[in-house]
């Protein structure tokens, strides 16, 4: 077994964030996007990867050669975004000679029994309903629930089933043949190469699917959903720990994950927040958020917020004489 995991796109949606922060390094709960990935991967067995890098791609490497030396791991660089086909492409060769791959997209979080994924012996799209398909790759079921056929952000969607970025192929060969066949012929849609292009051409050749639908679906990639996958896992055993080192006059309001060497002085924290690495907060009140490592935070109040690493803000302190029957707002629009 084999896995590939695209990790080369550019998280435009969470900017300014990602300008200088690859989106599966952004982390949840503790630990990055990608931690997720990697260690239910390893969970089946799988001890050898491939990762698709481009956009801040050197950060993706450090990490994963300094967390996880013991995974055989290789890297492909997409030097051009041309869609999700396009990413599995370029590492068609490092793939080929795989008897069975996992396409594991690297900005997502499962939720589900992996070991389905091990009983099932046929090539699998894993699936999710949702409210609005056009947002998404969907599947179509013939007969008998099989799958009849895939389309990319259909206009007018004739299923509810959305593929949620984790496939399983049997078919490995066949799967490299859809890919040089969509490239080489040039078979795009909305201008890009998508995988969900590459499965229905395997399909048409007699490639059978079936589907499994996950538990729950985190697609990392908007910063509301961010957030709330940070709080969803925080509530959940083994990811905030119940006890922390004890900070200078302040209250922890749980659950909350602290990084190592924080300092924290004068300050409410919690719930729903992830603290990195050596940052420091004094005089401040924060809760559903998440900051980066080596961030510098001192009199602000944050709320439902993403702070990068190496980031310093500083708020407002006010000296008011008010009088009588007055209303003051310090508060500004949401962005």
């Not at 900017?15 to 390094?25: C, E, G, I, S, V």
């Not at 996992?102 to 090539?123: A, H, Q, R, T, W």
């Not at 439902?304 to 500083?314: E, F, L, P, W, Y």
């Amino acid at each position: 077994m084999k896995a590939i995991i695209p990790v080369a796109g550019a998280g435009t949606r969470l900017r300014p964030l990602t300008y200088t922060q690859p989106k599966p390094l952004i982390p949840v709960a503790g630990k990055p996007i990608i931690s997720f990935i990697i260690e239910q991967l390893v969970g089946l067995g799988i001890r050898d990867f491939v990762f698709v890098i481009g956009y801040l791609g050197e950060k993706i490497r450090d990490y994963v050669d300094r967390e996880y030396p013991d995974i055989n791991r290789e890297y492909v660089v997409q030097d051009q975004r041309l869609g999700s086909g396009h990413a599995i492409w370029v590492a068609r060769d490092k793939i080929a000679d795989a008897d069975e791959l996992f396409i594991f997209f690297g900005d997502i979080i499962i939720d589900m029994d992996f070991k389905k994924v091990l009983e099932n012996p046929y090539s699998c799209l894993y699936v999710k309903k949702v409210a609005d398909p056009r947002e998404f790759g969907v599947v179509e079921y013939g007969r008998n629930r099989q799958v009849k056929r895939v389309v990319e952000k259909p206009r007018i969607p004739k299923s509810d089933m959305a593929m949620v970025g984790l496939y399983k192929i049997r078919d490995v060969p066949q799967l490299v043949e859809a890919l040089e066949f969509n490239i080489g012929h040039n078979i795009r849609s909305s201008g890009e190469f998508p995988l969900t292009d590459v499965l229905m051409r395997m399909i048409e050749r007699g490639v059978k699917f079936t589907t499994e639908t996950v538990d729950d679906w985190f697609n990392c990639g908007k910063k509301e959903v961010l957030l709330d996958t940070n709080a969803v896992f925080l509530d959940r055993a083994g990811y905030a720990p119940a006890e922390l080192p004890p900070f200078d006059n302040s209250i922890i309001i749980h659950p909350v994950s602290i990084g190592k060497d924080c300092r924290i002085a004068d300050s409410i924290i919690g719930p729903h927040v992830t603290i990195g690495s050596n940052t420091r907060i004094s005089r401040a009140i924060v809760s559903d958020s998440i900051i980066g490592n080596y961030a510098h935070i001192q009199e602000v109040i944050l709320q439902r917020s993403v702070v990068g690493n190496d980031t310093a803000i500083t708020g407002m302190r006010h000296s008011l004489n008010i009088g009588d029957n007055t209303e003051i707002d310090f508060s500004a629009p949401e962005s």
